[in-house]
Protein backbone atom coordinates (compact mmCIF):
# COMPACT_ATOMS: atom_id res chain seq x y z
CA UNK A 1 0.00 0.00 0.00
CA UNK A 2 2.95 2.25 1.14
CA UNK A 3 4.29 1.63 -2.28
CA UNK A 4 1.45 2.62 -4.49
CA UNK A 5 1.09 5.93 -2.54
CA UNK A 6 4.37 5.97 -3.53
CA UNK A 7 4.14 5.86 -6.69
CA UNK A 8 0.67 7.95 -6.17
CA UNK A 9 2.58 11.11 -5.28
CA UNK A 10 5.91 10.79 -7.32
CA UNK A 11 6.34 13.96 -9.15
CA UNK A 12 6.96 13.36 -12.53
CA UNK A 13 8.68 17.03 -13.10
CA UNK A 14 8.99 20.30 -11.67
CA UNK A 15 7.68 23.54 -13.08
CA UNK A 16 9.75 26.53 -12.62
CA UNK A 17 7.28 28.32 -9.75
CA UNK A 18 8.56 25.43 -7.81
CA UNK A 19 5.54 23.31 -7.95
CA UNK A 20 5.48 19.84 -9.08
CA UNK A 21 3.45 17.51 -11.36
CA UNK A 22 2.47 14.97 -9.82
CA UNK A 23 1.27 11.13 -11.14
CA UNK A 24 -1.93 10.92 -9.43
CA UNK A 25 -2.87 14.94 -11.25
CA UNK A 26 -1.49 13.13 -14.80
CA UNK A 27 -3.61 10.08 -14.14
CA UNK A 28 -7.12 12.55 -12.74
CA UNK A 29 -6.50 14.84 -16.34
CA UNK A 30 -6.48 11.87 -18.66
CA UNK A 31 -9.44 10.54 -16.93
CA UNK A 32 -10.93 13.90 -16.90
CA UNK A 33 -10.36 14.07 -20.94
CA UNK A 34 -12.00 10.76 -21.55
CA UNK A 35 -14.91 11.27 -19.72
CA UNK A 36 -15.03 15.24 -21.01
CA UNK A 37 -14.83 13.83 -24.88
CA UNK A 38 -17.37 10.95 -23.61
CA UNK A 39 -19.67 13.30 -22.26
CA UNK A 40 -18.88 15.74 -25.04
CA UNK A 41 -20.54 13.48 -27.57
CA UNK A 42 -22.83 12.69 -25.48
CA UNK A 43 -24.78 16.05 -25.14
CA UNK A 44 -24.42 16.36 -29.11
CA UNK A 45 -26.41 13.56 -29.61
CA UNK A 46 -29.33 14.59 -27.25
CA UNK A 47 -29.00 18.16 -28.75
CA UNK A 48 -28.94 16.48 -32.31
CA UNK A 49 -32.62 14.33 -30.87
CA UNK A 50 -34.03 17.82 -29.20
CA UNK A 51 -33.53 19.95 -32.58
CA UNK A 52 -34.95 16.65 -34.75
CA UNK A 53 -38.19 17.31 -33.04
CA UNK A 54 -38.16 20.53 -33.59
CA UNK A 55 -38.44 20.92 -37.01
CA UNK A 56 -35.33 23.14 -37.31
CA UNK A 57 -33.09 22.57 -40.87
CA UNK A 58 -31.17 19.36 -40.98
CA UNK A 59 -27.57 21.54 -41.87
CA UNK A 60 -28.20 24.06 -39.32
CA UNK A 61 -28.99 21.73 -36.44
CA UNK A 62 -25.33 20.02 -37.69
CA UNK A 63 -24.04 23.10 -37.61
CA UNK A 64 -25.08 23.92 -34.11
CA UNK A 65 -24.11 20.20 -32.63
CA UNK A 66 -20.55 20.99 -33.89
CA UNK A 67 -20.16 24.40 -32.31
CA UNK A 68 -21.33 22.83 -28.90
CA UNK A 69 -19.35 19.50 -29.45
CA UNK A 70 -15.88 21.92 -29.99
CA UNK A 71 -17.13 24.35 -27.54
CA UNK A 72 -17.00 21.62 -24.91
CA UNK A 73 -14.16 20.09 -25.89
CA UNK A 74 -11.88 23.49 -25.34
CA UNK A 75 -13.75 23.67 -21.66
CA UNK A 76 -12.16 20.34 -21.46
CA UNK A 77 -8.74 21.19 -22.10
CA UNK A 78 -9.06 24.35 -20.28
CA UNK A 79 -9.94 22.13 -17.14
CA UNK A 80 -7.41 20.23 -17.47
CA UNK A 81 -4.58 22.85 -17.90
CA UNK A 82 -5.79 24.15 -14.82
CA UNK A 83 -5.46 21.45 -12.85
CA UNK A 84 -1.95 20.78 -14.42
CA UNK A 85 -1.04 24.20 -13.07
CA UNK A 86 -0.17 25.18 -16.56
CA UNK A 87 -0.34 28.91 -17.79
CA UNK A 88 -1.37 29.48 -21.52
CA UNK A 89 1.41 31.43 -21.56
CA UNK A 90 4.27 28.37 -21.33
CA UNK A 91 1.96 27.71 -24.85
CA UNK A 92 3.24 30.68 -26.60
CA UNK A 93 6.30 29.48 -28.12
CA UNK A 94 5.77 26.37 -28.36
CA UNK A 95 1.81 26.40 -30.21
CA UNK A 96 3.67 28.86 -32.99
CA UNK A 97 6.21 26.21 -33.31
CA UNK A 98 3.59 23.00 -33.43
CA UNK A 99 1.75 25.48 -35.88
CA UNK A 100 4.01 25.71 -38.84
CA UNK A 101 4.92 21.93 -38.30
CA UNK A 102 1.38 20.92 -38.61
CA UNK A 103 1.31 23.96 -41.26
CA UNK A 104 3.56 21.71 -43.34
CA UNK A 105 2.85 18.55 -42.40
CA UNK A 106 -1.01 17.90 -42.99
CA UNK A 107 -1.77 21.00 -45.46
CA UNK A 108 -4.37 18.86 -46.51
CA UNK A 109 -5.91 17.54 -43.49
CA UNK A 110 -5.81 21.54 -42.35
CA UNK A 111 -7.21 22.57 -45.53
CA UNK A 112 -10.32 20.29 -45.69
CA UNK A 113 -11.30 21.03 -41.74
CA UNK A 114 -11.36 24.67 -42.32
CA UNK A 115 -13.14 23.65 -45.77
CA UNK A 116 -15.60 21.84 -43.67
CA UNK A 117 -16.67 24.65 -41.32
CA UNK A 118 -16.90 27.49 -44.47
CA UNK A 119 -19.45 24.72 -45.59
CA UNK A 120 -21.20 24.64 -42.94
CA UNK A 121 -21.46 28.41 -41.82
CA UNK A 122 -21.51 29.85 -45.97
CA UNK A 123 -23.88 26.91 -46.53
CA UNK A 124 -23.29 26.69 -50.23
CA UNK A 125 -23.82 23.29 -50.01
CA UNK A 126 -26.46 21.74 -47.16
CA UNK A 127 -27.14 18.51 -45.71
CA UNK A 128 -30.55 17.20 -48.19
CA UNK A 129 -29.36 19.24 -50.84
CA UNK A 130 -29.20 17.34 -54.00
CA UNK A 131 -26.14 18.20 -56.01
CA UNK A 132 -24.22 17.21 -58.84
CA UNK A 133 -20.06 17.54 -58.59
CA UNK A 134 -17.88 16.28 -61.81
CA UNK A 135 -19.96 13.17 -63.05
CA UNK A 136 -21.50 12.34 -59.72
CA UNK A 137 -25.49 13.15 -58.65
CA UNK A 138 -26.45 12.71 -55.31
CA UNK A 139 -27.99 13.86 -52.06
CA UNK A 140 -25.77 15.71 -49.21
CA UNK A 141 -25.94 13.23 -46.30
CA UNK A 142 -22.99 14.75 -44.00
CA UNK A 143 -20.41 17.30 -43.87
CA UNK A 144 -17.84 16.16 -41.67
CA UNK A 145 -14.40 17.39 -40.22
CA UNK A 146 -12.27 16.01 -43.58
CA UNK A 147 -14.87 14.86 -45.87
CA UNK A 148 -18.68 15.40 -47.33
CA UNK A 149 -20.77 12.30 -47.83
CA UNK A 150 -23.19 11.85 -50.68
CA UNK A 151 -25.11 9.10 -51.69
CA UNK A 152 -25.34 9.23 -55.27
CA UNK A 153 -28.55 8.00 -57.36
CA UNK A 154 -27.58 4.76 -57.45
CA UNK A 155 -27.09 4.02 -53.91
CA UNK A 156 -23.59 4.28 -53.63
CA UNK A 157 -21.79 6.64 -51.16
CA UNK A 158 -18.61 9.25 -52.42
CA UNK A 159 -16.88 10.52 -50.01
CA UNK A 160 -15.10 14.15 -51.54
CA UNK A 161 -12.80 15.86 -49.47
CA UNK A 162 -14.38 19.45 -47.90
CA UNK A 163 -11.80 21.19 -49.93
CA UNK A 164 -12.96 19.70 -53.70
CA UNK A 165 -16.32 20.78 -52.88
CA UNK A 166 -15.18 24.77 -52.33
CA UNK A 167 -12.38 24.73 -55.60
CA UNK A 168 -14.94 22.85 -58.11
CA UNK A 169 -17.58 23.68 -59.53
CA UNK A 170 -20.61 22.25 -58.08
CA UNK A 171 -24.22 22.38 -59.09
CA UNK A 172 -26.95 22.64 -56.90
CA UNK A 173 -30.23 21.93 -57.40
CA UNK A 174 -31.56 22.58 -54.48
CA UNK A 175 -30.37 25.60 -52.79
CA UNK A 176 -32.99 28.02 -52.98
CA UNK A 177 -35.93 26.04 -53.79
CA UNK A 178 -36.51 22.82 -55.52
CA UNK A 179 -38.30 24.03 -58.73
CA UNK A 180 -36.77 22.72 -61.87
CA UNK A 181 -37.27 23.06 -65.09
CA UNK A 182 -37.64 19.76 -67.58
CA UNK A 183 -37.90 19.49 -71.30
CA UNK A 184 -39.78 16.41 -73.31
CA UNK A 185 -39.27 15.87 -77.20
CA UNK A 186 -41.35 14.20 -79.20
CA UNK A 187 -40.90 13.82 -83.22
CA UNK A 188 -44.02 13.59 -85.72
CA UNK A 189 -44.58 12.54 -89.09
CA UNK A 190 -44.74 14.82 -92.00
CA UNK A 191 -48.07 15.92 -92.84
CA UNK A 192 -49.41 15.94 -89.35
CA UNK A 193 -51.73 18.84 -87.89
CA UNK A 194 -48.84 20.74 -86.08
CA UNK A 195 -51.41 22.53 -83.93
CA UNK A 196 -53.39 20.28 -83.16
CA UNK A 197 -49.90 18.16 -82.27
CA UNK A 198 -48.64 21.41 -79.75
CA UNK A 199 -52.57 20.99 -78.29
CA UNK A 200 -52.20 17.43 -77.38
CA UNK A 201 -48.91 18.05 -76.13
CA UNK A 202 -49.87 20.80 -73.86
CA UNK A 203 -52.62 18.67 -72.87
CA UNK A 204 -50.48 15.80 -71.93
CA UNK A 205 -48.23 18.11 -69.81
CA UNK A 206 -51.31 20.04 -67.94
CA UNK A 207 -52.91 16.48 -66.90
CA UNK A 208 -49.55 15.90 -64.52
CA UNK A 209 -50.05 17.23 -60.87
CA UNK A 210 -46.76 17.06 -60.47
CA UNK A 211 -46.05 20.00 -63.10
CA UNK A 212 -46.81 23.38 -62.56
CA UNK A 213 -49.02 25.66 -64.07
CA UNK A 214 -46.93 28.88 -62.29
CA UNK A 215 -44.79 29.28 -64.89
CA UNK A 216 -47.15 27.40 -67.40
CA UNK A 217 -45.60 24.69 -69.30
CA UNK A 218 -44.74 26.16 -73.47
CA UNK A 219 -44.75 23.80 -76.32
CA UNK A 220 -42.44 24.73 -79.03
CA UNK A 221 -42.30 23.61 -82.86
CA UNK A 222 -38.39 23.21 -82.42
CA UNK A 223 -37.44 22.16 -85.55
CA UNK A 224 -37.76 20.53 -89.28
CA UNK A 225 -35.64 17.24 -88.71
CA UNK A 226 -34.42 14.64 -91.48
CA UNK A 227 -37.51 12.79 -90.59
CA UNK A 228 -40.01 14.16 -88.17
CA UNK A 229 -41.28 17.89 -87.10
CA UNK A 230 -39.71 18.19 -83.97
CA UNK A 231 -41.49 19.44 -80.65
CA UNK A 232 -40.32 20.61 -77.52
CA UNK A 233 -42.50 20.52 -74.24
CA UNK A 234 -40.86 22.72 -71.67
CA UNK A 235 -42.77 22.72 -68.21
CA UNK A 236 -41.54 23.55 -64.62
CA UNK A 237 -41.86 21.11 -61.60
CA UNK A 238 -41.11 20.67 -57.89
CA UNK A 239 -38.48 17.89 -56.87
CA UNK A 240 -35.86 16.68 -55.12
CA UNK A 241 -34.08 15.10 -57.67
CA UNK A 242 -33.13 13.63 -61.11
CA UNK A 243 -35.54 10.34 -59.99
CA UNK A 244 -38.70 12.43 -59.65
CA UNK A 245 -38.04 13.83 -63.07
CA UNK A 246 -37.49 10.98 -65.21
CA UNK A 247 -40.71 9.65 -63.13
CA UNK A 248 -42.41 12.98 -64.44
CA UNK A 249 -40.78 12.67 -68.32
CA UNK A 250 -41.99 9.21 -68.44
CA UNK A 251 -45.71 9.56 -66.99
CA UNK A 252 -46.10 12.46 -69.41
CA UNK A 253 -44.51 10.31 -72.44
CA UNK A 254 -47.00 7.57 -71.91
CA UNK A 255 -49.84 9.81 -71.63
CA UNK A 256 -48.44 11.76 -75.45
CA UNK A 257 -48.73 7.88 -76.94
CA UNK A 258 -52.27 7.57 -75.89
CA UNK A 259 -53.69 11.02 -76.86
CA UNK A 260 -51.26 10.17 -80.26
CA UNK A 261 -53.11 7.01 -81.12
CA UNK A 262 -56.34 8.08 -80.20
CA UNK A 263 -55.94 11.31 -82.83
CA UNK A 264 -54.01 9.26 -85.85
CA UNK A 265 -50.67 10.97 -84.86
CA UNK A 266 -47.71 9.01 -85.94
CA UNK A 267 -44.65 9.33 -84.12
CA UNK A 268 -41.72 9.19 -86.75
CA UNK A 269 -39.18 6.73 -87.10
CA UNK A 270 -36.23 6.65 -89.71
CA UNK A 271 -36.86 6.41 -92.83
CA UNK A 272 -35.67 6.99 -96.46
CA UNK A 273 -37.49 7.13 -99.60
CA UNK A 274 -35.75 5.67 -102.69
CA UNK A 275 -36.14 7.05 -106.14
CA UNK A 276 -34.77 4.68 -109.08
CA UNK A 277 -34.23 7.21 -112.38
CA UNK A 278 -33.23 5.52 -115.43
CA UNK A 279 -32.77 6.32 -118.58
CA UNK A 280 -34.34 3.28 -120.44
CA UNK A 281 -37.74 1.10 -119.00
CA UNK A 282 -36.48 -1.64 -116.56
CA UNK A 283 -36.99 -4.84 -117.43
CA UNK A 284 -38.67 -7.25 -114.80
CA UNK A 285 -38.72 -11.11 -115.20
CA UNK A 286 -40.84 -13.59 -112.89
CA UNK A 287 -38.26 -16.50 -112.29
CA UNK A 288 -39.47 -19.88 -111.11
CA UNK A 289 -37.18 -20.76 -107.82
CA UNK A 290 -38.21 -24.13 -108.28
CA UNK A 291 -36.36 -25.04 -111.73
Not at 109 to 124: A, D, M, Y
Not at 167 to 196: K, M
Request: aromatic share 8%; net charge negative.
Amino acid sequence: METLKTIWSFPLFRLADGGAILVSQLALVIVLLFIGYAASKLIERLIQRRLAKTGMRADAAHVLQRIVFYGLLVVVVMTALSLLRVPLAAFAFVSGAVAIGVGFGAQNIINNFISGWILLLERPVRINDYIEIDDHQGVVERIGNRSTRIRRTDGVHLLMPNSQMLERVVVNWTLIDHQIRTTVRVGVAYGSPVRHVADLLEQAVTEQPEVQADPAPAIYLEDYGDNAVVFDAYFWCEVSGERELRQIRSTIRFRIDELFSENGIVIAFPQRDVHMDTLSPLEIRLVDAEK
